[in-house]
């Protein structure tokens, strides 16, 4: 089995100092299941690319990926 990688919307979150804990809490979940979805190992939903790019101002094509998943 693979190792999944990392999201780049992980270090794009990293660079603007937003957390997991942040992000869960503007999308109502866990900051753990977050990680999971920044780390690769559950397919990012609509919602979280979504907040993701509002909350980065960067484009979802530029923040996810879906191969490997």
């Known amino acids: 089995m ?3 990688k990392p999201q780049p919307a992980k270090g794009i979150l990293a ?3 937003i957390t997991n804990r942040e992000l869960a809490r503007h999308l109502g979940c866990t900051p753990e299941w977050v ?3 920044l780390n690769g190992y559950v397919r ?3 919602r979280l ?3 993701v790019a509002e909350l980065t ?3 979802e094509s530029e923040l996810f ?3 490997g998943l």
């Open 2 to 4: 693979a190792v999944p």
């Open 15 to 17: 660079l603007r100092r």
């Open 35 to 37: 990680g999971r979805v």
């Open 44 to 46: 990012p939903p609509d």
């Open 49 to 51: 690319k979504a907040a």
């Open 57 to 59: 101002g960067a484009p």
């Open 65 to 67: 990926r879906e191969e």
